[in-house]
T-cell receptor, first 113, second 113 residues
Framework: GENVEQHPSTLSVQEGDSAVIKCTYS??????FPWYKQELGKRPQLIID?????GEKKDQRIAVTLNKTAKHFSLHITETQPEDSAVYFC????????????FGAGTRLFVKA | ETGVTQTPRHLVMGMTNKKSLKCEQH?????MYWYKQSAKKPLELMFV???????ENNSVPSRFSPECPNSSHLFLHLHTLQPEDSALYLC????????????FGPGTRLTVT
């Protein structure tokens, strides 16, 4: 069946360094790729998303890249801060006409001050 | 409270009990979702309703029974659960389509004894 693989499962970086999380998906019909951040004890919240018609999107310190040929997309966080510490989930879904969203297993990011 | 609300926030039930989880969204969305989040698995999509019609049923055991009486309310009826059903159950809502941001509720922490 469809699945989304996410790596690494845990990532520890020093404050100010960059963090990269990678995901691959299996369903070639997927065309919407959101990233959610879940802080401890809180609900997941969207931080950035990308659609299949673009290869890169940036929002301040956060960027996402998409390679549809390789079925691969990545989250890049620059100048990390302690408040970036959380679990990050990637997801892939079929937008128009579909609602099925498949989530990756999550990456626990620790930013050390 | 605005956004997506869920009640109860915590629930302990025996395997022979019947209980219901409630979700309410105040965002004017037309799609609502149930997810299961456990330590062992990522966010697992259970059910999706669009315009009060069930559009996804992700091979969920029949001991979980969803109900969507209108676009603002979603229920998950539980009966004869197993200990492995203990998890955080998250509700979400979105615009109509898989390529819209999903807004999550705070979740119901379910423990089956």
């Amino acid at each position: 069946g469809e699945n989304v693989e996410q790596h690494p499962s845990t990532l520890s970086v020093q404050e100010g360094d960059s963090a990269v999380i990678k995901c691959t998906y299996s369903d070639s019909a997927s065309n919407y790729f959101p990233w959610y951040k879940q802080e401890l004890g809180k609900r997941p919240q969207l931080i950035i998303d990308i659609r299949s018609n673009v290869g890169e999107k940036k929002d301040q310190r956060i960027a996402v890249t998409l390679n549809k040929t390789a079925k691969h997309f990545s989250l890049h966080i620059t100048e990390t801060q302690p408040e970036d510490s959380a679990v990050y989930f990637c997801a892939a879904s079929i937008g128009t006409g579909g609602f099925k969203t498949i989530f990756g297993a999550g990456t626990r990011l620790f930013v050390k001050a | 409270e605005t956004g997506v609300t869920q009640t109860p926030r915590h629930l302990v039930m025996g395997m022979t009990n019947k209980k219901s989880l409630k979700c309410e969204q105040h965002l004017g969305h037309n799609a609502m979702y149930w997810y299961k989040q456990s330590a062992k698995k990522p966010l697992e999509l259970m059910f999706v309703y669009s315009l009060e019609e069930r559009v996804e049923n992700n091979s969920v055991p029949s001991r979980f029974s969803p109900e969507c009486p209108n676009s603002s309310h979603l229920f998950l009826h539980l009966h004869t659960l197993q200990p492995e059903d203990s998890a955080l159950y998250l509700c979400a809502s979105s615009g109509t389509g898989g390529d819209y941001e999903q807004y999550f509720g705070p979740g119901t922490r379910l423990t089956v004894t």
